[in-house]
């Protein structure tokens, strides 16, 4: 299991660390700006090749990675012949988008991986019944157990997750299924009911339901090239609207911090889902990929978000933000960080003892 889950989580960091930089590196060759280095990986390099004036290299420590860009620190150094390609030579647009680049690469991946996902096949519990709640609207109305639900409201209906999300979006008002029991189609008529449940957070809800449960029967839904890409974006989207709203309710102290988590979780969970097969792995792959390009993009120094704040300040004033007040910004963010490696870092040795 260690050894699964050493493998999984260097691949796993590698692709979503090459997709990051890979953003910044081609946004940067596309604007003539030059790169100097490469790196998947931070710390001592362990090896690598030189092409061109860009040094490809893998380093060390397998926690990140960065692009290293002609000029970043400042132009003092650069010879007069190559100030035109140096980062800080450039118009704040080109900047801007260069440092953006990099989350937007992290969604990029999610979508593709998503699309490949739908495409290979996701499987999901099925259209037929497991159980009928007592006195629920299912129920009342005479739905039974091995019931199959063919279609709600004349929509067709082959996954458990088609049919509660039909159910919940008719808001309590009436309902008509069409049921295949045992090869004899029937319609029942009901209505959902809010009952108490949990969102995607923990939180306690009224949910629209009308008393059924799944059974443990499995499908496995295919899409079509372009029904696929259509889902990677709508799933994309979905997966980076509850990570922004998971962030801020840890901001807000909705979510305990005791619920981050750092290196070593991520790399159990990677060992768990390669377990459970390559699908699994893919779709934790996404998912880490959206918490990394929203993570990235909030308006912290030393994170790309911040970069980018101060980017677009200088787009909107028309001067750069003052060096002592960068410095300073940059020196907060650090620390920042630091805690938060500290905190992700405890958690993770908290849930190993405990």
């Known amino acids: ?108 991946l999610a979508i593709l991986v998503f699309t490949v996902i739908n495409m290979a096949g996701v499987p999901q519990p099925s259209n037929l019944i497991g159980a009928v709640q007592e006195n629920s609207a299912a129920a009342e109305a005479g739905l039974m157990a091995g019931d199959r639900i063919v279609s709600v409201n004349g929509k067709e209906v082959t996954t458990w997750l088609e049919l509660a999300s039909m159910i919940e979006k008719t808001a ?25 449940s949990k969102n995607e957070f923990g939180e306690d809800v009224q949910a629209y339901r009308v008393g059924v449960k799944s059974s443990r029967e499995i499908v496995t839904v295919r899409k079509n090239p372009v029904m696929a890409i259509v889902s990677g974006f709508e799933t994309t989207w979905k997966w980076t609207k509850l990570t922004v709203i998971s962030v801020v ?17 991520i790399a159990e969970m990677a060992g768990e889902s390669a377990q459970h097969g390559v699908i699994s792995f893919m779709l934790l792959m996404a998912m880490l990929s959206i918490n990394l390009g929203v993570l990235n993009l909030l308006p912290i120094p030393v994170l790309d978000g911040g970069h980018l704040l101060f980017t677009a300040i200088e787009m909107v004033t028309g001067r750069e933000v003052n060096l002592k007040w960068r410095e300073l910004a940059q020196q907060v963010g650090f620390l920042l960080l630091i805690i938060l490696m500290f905190l992700v870092f405890y958690n993770d040795i908290v849930r190993l003892i405990g």
């Open 172 to 196: 309590g008002s009436q309902v008509s299924f069409k049921v295949d029991r045992g090869g004899k189609l029937m319609e029942f008529t009901m209505s959902g009911r809010l009952t108490p």
């Open 1 to 108: 299991m260690i050894g699964t889950s050493v493998v999984s989580v260097v691949i796993l960091l590698g692709v979503l660390v090459f997709f990051h930089e890979l953003g910044h590196f081609l946004l940067a060759k596309a604007f003539g700006v030059g790169v100097l280095k490469f790196s998947l990986g931070f710390g001592p390099r362990l090896f690598g090749r030189k092409r061109g004036e860009t040094e490809y290299l893998v380093s060390a420590i397998p926690l990140g990675g960065y692009v290293k860009l002609l000029g970043e620190g400042g132009t003092e150094d650069i010879p007069e012949a190559d100030l035109p390609r140096s980062y800080a030579a450039q118009k704040a647009w080109k900047r801007f988008s260069i440092v953006f680049a990099g989350p937007l690469f992290n969604f990029v």
């Open 249 to 265: 309710k840890l901001i807000e102290g909705t979510i305990p911090l005791s619920t981050l988590g750092g290196p070593i979780l």
